[in-house]
Structure formats: structure tokens, C-alpha cells
């Protein structure tokens, strides 16, 4: 998406997986140790992330929301199972949805 880590303030991390400390390690990690933002309830946010939404898909001029982009991807890859045991992927994760992929395969 051309954005670096370095440009990234905070990393909040939301919803109960979060709590598990092997979670909550490898962000820190990837973010060169800096401390995760606490904060904010986990699921509060996951509340708070449905209202945004909400008022950016109904359209009101609000406030709320007004900074944020919201993408949705697929969180797995998809593909199909091959005769020989194998996947072949035809739409990666983190792919935006919608999507159209097209395969023509002989």
C-alpha cells in the first residue's frame, strides 16, 4: 500500500484474540518494540468500529469517522484443490473485496 511502518503512530489491537500474549508480541516486534496502545477496551473498539461504519456507509455528514478508510479484504486465500493434493490460490489474503479474478487454464 506504499505506507511504512515508520509512519504509523499507534497500533491498537482489538477483540479477544488480542489478549493472548504471542499476539500482542508480534505486532511489537514488527513495529520495532514500540509499546502497543492499551488504552482502548478490545471490545469497545470492535463496537466503535461498527458505528464508524455504520455512519460512513449511511452517508450522514458526520464527524465520526471522518479520517478513516475502511477496506474490506478476504482473510484467508482462496483457491481450489489441484489432483495432485495441492491449492492453487487464485485470490490472495488482504485481497479488496469485491474482487474479480479470472483463470483460463487449459
Do not use: W
Request: proline content about 7%.
Amino acid at each position: 500500500m506504499g505506507m511504512h511502518k515508520n509512519n504509523v503512530d499507534d497500533t491498537i489491537l482489538i477483540g479477544g484474540p488480542t489478549r493472548i500474549s504471542k499476539v500482542q508480541q508480534m505486532p511489537m516486534k514488527f513495529f520495532d518494540k514500540k509499546p502497543l496502545c492499551k488504552s482502548i477496551d478490545p471490545d469497545e473498539a470492535v463496537v466503535y468500529g461498527v458505528t464508524v461504519l455504520d455512519v460512513n456507509l449511511s452517508g450522514q455528514n458526520n464527524k465520526v469517522g471522518q479520517d478513516l478508510v475502511f477496506l474490506n479484504v478476504t482473510p484467508l486465500s482462496v483457491g481450489i484443490d489441484l489432483d495432485c493434493g495441492l491449492m492453487s490460490i487464485f485470490i490472495m489474503r488482504n485481497t479488496p473485496i469485491p474482487t474479480f479474478k479470472k483463470d483460463i487454464s487449459q
